[in-house]
């Protein structure tokens, strides 16, 4: 995401070289693929670039907060028997409720606000064509001036209260503030999460990410990279025994 966004703006810059020209930019760049899509003089392609940090808010939010629903769905599966209650009709309204719930985690309640004022603006964008709804506007007003001072602070710009029929604005503050939200939510949750679950099945999730990647070597040299990518990756805060990654990496490759 920010490859794009900072692509958009690197793209805009060597795009002055151009200053000035006529010929459409497929005449100019032949050999880069799709120009053809953004086939536009260099000043109208310029200040298209210039304003993408815009759209590719409305795109990413989104993105953002289902990949985030995405990781406490699988972190409550993990917590909780697949018949459990909890595990239905969950979604971005009361997912972070149940998990708290399950794992007797306190989210920290100006993040938790403004992780739904996020989810309820970007609501406005998919269902009500970009317009603030009484909900929105509801949880706007509600806001603390705690929650306010951490948005601020994040983004560097200014929280919008909205009123019922406002345009809603989603760019890279929202997109700064889902970023940064989100994480604050999930390293709690992560803390909550380690003493639900026993050494065995923290080694096998280890081990499970351990080998998404290609590994090379005997059994020896195997357990080594092992540890190796435990300490690297934050593992060592489960203090998980010589043993139980042994027996783990035995498991996997059983």
Known sequence: MMGLLAGSKLASQLLALTEGAERPLSEIFPSIEHIQRFNLRSDVARYVLNDAEDLLGILAVPQVLAIHEHLFREMLELALPSNSPSLTNLGMSNIHERFATTASVAFPSDALDLFHYLRVARNSHIHTGGFATNTLATRSAALSQQAELLWNTVTGRPLRRYQPGDRVHIGISELTAALALTKRMAEAANVGL?????????????????????????????????????????????????????????????
């Open 194 to 254: 380690q003493g639900l679950l026993s050494g065995e099945v923290w080694a096998d999730l280890l081990i499970r990410d351990w080998a998404s990647e290609p590994r090379r070597g005997d059994i020896t040299q195997k357990r080594r990279s092992v540890k190796g990518f435990a300490k690297m990756h934050g593992y060592q805060a489960l203090n998980l025994t010589e043993e139980e990654l042994q027996d783990a990496l035995d498991r996997h490759l059983a």
